[in-house]
């Protein structure tokens, strides 16, 4: 059973661009959450997707956006990358929407 | 008021101490806690889940809830080097959208 991972591991990026980064869910989970952890801080939850649809969303702008795909895959896009987009961006999956969630590593994205 | 609020600590301890760390929320709705352990740049570590009110343990851990004054605890007895971490507690309404304190750094001194 392999666990949650996330690509890539760490990212620069420029002020104004945009990033996409990957999560692979845990063997099995059709649910997939996104966190955004500033450092000092605990994550703070920006969406998630249950079987390929947005279900539920945290104070984030439009400019987050994402998508899971048919094998329970998932994309986080950030647009106009700003300054205070730098952070530990975590996603989490879980089997339906009410059972533990699981972490992947991270990425590290820092903008510049 | 945040949803979730804890000490961020840090927090020393010698080995063998016996380790406190604490959570109040404020959404009575809340009705899932859970605690996780973070090292150092990696993502969070699954250490706990609890429903109800009361005490839950595994091995050195354990995790209580008291609902009625919002209150959630983790307990690390015998505490080892190893558990050297950043401990966040979190909680839900059962949709899975976890609202987490700010993580207490823990050391454990050898």
Same mark, same amino acid.
């Given at each position: 059973? =392999?666990?949650?991972?996330?690509?890539?591991?760490?990212?620069?990026k420029? %002020?104004?661009?945009?990033? =996409?980064?990957?999560?692979?869910?845990?063997?099995?989970?059709?649910?997939?959450?996104?966190?955004?952890?500033?450092?000092?801080?605990?994550?703070?939850?920006?969406?998630?997707?249950?079987? #390929?649809?947005?279900?539920?969303?945290?104070?984030?702008?439009? %400019?987050?956006?994402?998508?899971?795909?048919?094998?329970?895959?998932?994309?986080?896009?950030?647009?106009?990358l /700003?300054l205070?987009d730098s952070?530990?961006?975590?996603?989490?999956?879980?089997?339906?929407? /009410?059972?533990?969630?699981?972490?992947?590593?991270? =990425?590290?994205?820092?903008v510049? | 008021?945040? /949803?979730? /609020?804890?000490?961020?600590?840090?927090?020393?301890?010698?080995?063998?101490?016996?380790?406190?760390?604490?959570?109040? &929320?404020?959404?009575?709705?809340?009705? &899932?806690?859970?605690?996780?352990?973070? &090292?150092?740049?990696?993502?969070?570590?699954?250490?706990?889940?609890?429903?109800?009110?009361?005490?839950? #343990?595994?091995?050195?851990?354990?995790?209580?809830?008291?609902?009625?004054?919002?209150?959630?605890?983790?307990?690390?007895?015998?505490?080892?080097?190893?558990?050297?971490?950043? &401990?966040?507690?979190?909680?839900?309404?059962?949709?899975?959208?976890?609202?987490?304190?700010?993580?207490?750094?823990?050391?454990?001194?050898?």
């Open positions: 059973e =392999t666990g949650v991972t996330q690509s890539p591991t760490h990212l620069i420029t %002020r104004g661009q945009q990033v =996409t980064l990957r999560c692979s869910s845990q063997s099995g989970h059709n649910t997939v959450s996104w966190y955004q952890q500033a450092l000092g801080q605990g994550p703070q939850f920006i969406f998630q997707y249950y079987r #390929e649809e947005e279900n539920g969303r945290g104070n984030f702008p439009p %400019r987050f956006s994402g998508l899971q795909f048919p094998n329970y895959s998932s994309e986080l896009n950030v647009n106009a /700003e205070d952070a530990l961006y975590l996603c989490a999956s879980s089997l339906g929407t /009410e059972t533990e969630a699981f972490f992947g590593q991270g =990425t590290r994205l820092t510049v | 008021q945040k /949803e979730v /609020e804890q000490d961020p600590g840090p927090l020393s301890v010698p080995e063998g101490a016996i380790v406190s760390l604490n959570c109040t &929320y404020s959404n009575s709705a809340f009705q &899932y806690f859970m605690w996780y352990r973070q &090292y150092s740049r990696k993502g969070p570590e699954l250490l706990m889940y609890t429903y109800s009110s009361g005490n839950k #343990e595994d091995g050195r851990f354990t995790a209580q809830v008291d609902k009625s004054s919002k209150y959630i605890s983790l307990f690390i007895r015998d505490s080892q080097p190893s558990d050297s971490a950043t &401990y966040l507690c979190a909680t839900e309404t059962g949709a899975n959208n976890l609202f987490f304190g700010t993580g207490t750094r823990l050391t454990v001194i050898p």
